[in-house]
């Protein structure tokens, strides 16, 4: 158990709608990562939030959003979902800005019919 | 365009012997290497790392070689073990830049 927690677990939805996507990190944490993994592909880095400030951004679509709340959890906002958003998204945090080892969550896995 | 690549989707090794996972990069600025475990149905765990001012980096059963002349990495698991299987992945930094990762290795360890 790495400490960080997502919910939901699973998700499926229609296209067309909006998800919310719940992260928190490890106690004492900072910084909350969230990636994206679709079928065989690696983990696309999307964004990152250190103490409720935008600290970096990938390649995370305009229809999708995140922020960090003061009590340091995450959400990741994905609106006007396509069929290829489908994928299991995984949050991770750090107790810094980017050097430390990062620690996941167990993952959502979201699926848009 | 890919720039940590795992060209190997999958890889079976028997039980007791050495299991070698491979990674190639293409981004000289990268100054730090990762391997991640990930079990079905978990998020990734991290397993071990590297600076790229060594060239080894040893943790038990695994070891990681870094040729950064060649930017490749290697993964050693000496012995394996069944409950080594797994999805690898490969990741990479330069500076606080966040990670970049591969696609991933299966390793099947067979009793």
């Known amino acids: 158990d790495s400490g960080v927690t997502q919910t939901p677990k699973h998700l499926i939805t229609a296209t067309g709608q909006r998800v919310t996507l719940r992260c928190s990190p490890r106690?004492?944490?900072?910084?909350v990562y969230w990636y994206q993994q679709s079928l065989d592909q690696g983990l696309q880095f999307l964004i990152q939030?250190?103490?409720?400030?935008?600290?970096a951004k990938g390649n995370i679509l305009e229809r999708f959003s995140a922020q960090q709340f003061p009590d340091l959890h995450s959400e990741l906002n994905l609106s006007s979902l396509e069929l290829g958003d489908s994928a299991l998204y995984f949050c991770?945090?750090?107790?810094?800005?980017?050097?430390?080892?990062?620690?996941f969550g167990p993952g959502t896995r979201l699926l848009v019919l | 365009d890919q720039q940590v690549k795992q060209n190997s989707p999958s890889l079976s090794v028997q039980e007791g012997r050495i299991s070698i996972l491979n990674c190639d990069y293409t981004?000289?600025?990268?100054?730090?290497f990762l391997w991640y475990k990930k079990y079905p149905a978990e998020g990734p765990t991290f397993l071990i790392s590297?600076?790229?001012?060594?060239d080894k980096n040893e943790d038990g059963r695994f070891t990681v070689f870094l040729n950064k002349s060649a930017k490749h990495l290697s993964l050693h698991i000496v012995p394996s073990q069944p409950g080594d299987s797994a999805v690898y992945f490969c990741?990479?930094?330069?500076?606080?830049?966040?990670?970049?990762f591969g696609k991933g290795t299966r390793l099947s360890v067979i009793a």
């Open positions: 991770a945090s750090t107790s810094g800005q980017g050097k430390e080892t990062q620690y």
């Open positions: 106690s004492g944490d900072l910084s």
């Open positions: 939030y250190y103490n409720g400030e935008e600290r």
């Open positions: 981004n000289s600025m990268f100054d730090y």
């Open positions: 590297i600076s790229s001012i060594k």
């Open positions: 990741a990479a930094r330069s500076g606080n830049t966040p990670l970049v």
